[in-house]
């Protein structure tokens, strides 16, 4: 991933806000350290600040075509970018670069904005055909909303558009904000937002609820399908694995994979040096990256629940592990740069975010610029512990798919800016577009899981918790071994927030209690009136982020995570504020 900035259709000489539009865009240089692109047309002018991963030595960006008609900056990875070349129509299609994003060009000239459901990957792009008067701009973001992306424009100039990677890059230039919403493009032509992200689970809302029975090898061979499409790096990579049930099975898979790219490389490696010495090289690729063995990286309090737990995952599929502590008060001090990074002020995504942002500095000092995450699962399977109050199956798919749309606002918001933050990539096979559309299709019964302890068991006696489906299909031992060890595969839901120490979000609470005095926080409707905060905690984060980001119109992106109300469960997103956690809450206070 990387990082994107375009002003569109700015009146007056270009030439003289093109120091400006660098300006802005040096904002998130964090998210592209290894180079800056800046490319202007008569009313345009697009920055891209990279982070090489494909096509490492040829894949500089802003793009262009062979006549220079279309300029393109892209934010992402295309993973079927190999199999899209060979579908153009145009076998003689000039490509000048080995980025995995060029093809978006050539496809545009054959399928226009057709060209956004054609794509398997993350991506948010700006693309603009010079050949068209007036000049054209389309701009897209993937289904989910995994990279980020927003859009703006300032009422004195409305014709004029911004586009960026991160708010904090246009919030200045623009008195309209928005987050560009997921699995949309916008067409200057048309001057509007259109959906292309159209599956058959998404209208929930219409009674439009699926019936599937499960497939449980399908759901298993799909995911790693998603985990192995996303190895795709001519970099080191890793996995980060908090000993949850998600980062496991990730890493699970990627540890088998890691294992066949190591032969397959090696091999290929040795045909590729007795090419060149007999003179008949003539590949265009780089051969993909990895370590012979899979480096996973976890983060917590000494003692907390995520360390012991991946630690047991990492010694059973014998990853390379590197564990991490960090003290509550590195946290405390680190949480003004974090709310920084995540320009939002939602409590759920900095008490997760924060951990997240301390880990992603020591994989990158560590020389890595990838990783493999496990965002998404919680949303498809409805694996929140609040889940259990479900009153029906429709009920459940509904949230389920509520969840799922609003991803972008929470977890890929953070899995996204808090490893960016220092040039790190996320990637969530997760949210694979085809893993997506199996298991969002699957009938929400099967999803439901026992209210109360888990007092129901299967006919292997295995316990009807959370994301059974999920544990079920991985509950197998293909080739003779084990995905994951029954402690791993098994183990109850932890918030990731929860699971790097329960202290944590104690520490943050107890800090936010003293500096907040009650004065200030009975005052806080007259101060916030949109979107007031509700405990100290929030009212001390929203301080910080309206420090960084101090307009209405920027707060106005931001987006409160906060379980289902209606079903009766605490207001706190918290996992142990539900009944049903093994350390839950105790008369208002948080066990030890």
Known sequence: MCGIFCCFNRAGDISQYRARAIACSKRQRHRGPDWSGCYMTNNTVLVHERLAIVGVDTGAQPLTNEDESLVLAVNGEIYNHVALRKSLKNKDAVFKTHSDCEVIMHLYKEHDTGLCNMLDGMFSFVLVDKSVSPPRLIAARDPIGITTLYMGWNSQSPDTLYFASELKCIHEECDNLQAFPPGHFYDSKEKKLT????????????????HNDIDYKLLRETLEAAVKKRLMSEVPYGVLLSGGLDSSLIASIAARETDKLAEEQEKLRQERKQAIASGKWVGDEQPLASWPQLHSF??????????????????????????????????????????????????????????????????????????????????????????????????????????????????????????MAWGLEARVPFLDKTFLEVSMNVDAKYKMFSKGTHQEVDEDGRPKMEKYILRKAFDCSPEGKAYLPDSILWRQKEQFSDGVGYSWIDGMKDHAAAIVSDEKFANRATRWPLDTPDTKEAYWIREIFEHHFPTEAAAKTAVRWVPKQEWGVSSDPSGRAVSIHTAAYADGEAKA
């Open 298 to 419: 976890a983060i917590g309090l000494p003692g907390a629940p995520d360390l012991i737990a991946a630690r047991k995952a990492a010694d059973f599929l014998g990853t390379i592990h590197h564990e991490y502590n960090f003290t509550v008060q590195e946290g405390l001090d680190a949480i003004p740069e974090v709310i920084h990074h995540l320009e939002t002020y939602d409590v759920t995504t900095v008490r997760a975010s924060t951990p997240m942002y301390l880990l992603s500095r020591k994989i990158k000092a560590m020389g890595v610029k990838m990783v493999l995450s496990g965002e998404g699962s919680d949303e498809i399977f409805g694996g929140y512990l609040y889940f259990h109050a479900a009153p029906t199956a429709k009920d459940f798919h509904e949230e389920c798919v509520k969840r799922v749309k609003n991803l972008h606002t929470a977890d890929c918001l953070r899995a996204n800016k808090s490893t």
């Open 195 to 210: 959906r292309y992200f159209n599956p058959s689970w998404w209208d929930s809302d219409k009674g439009v609820v699926p």
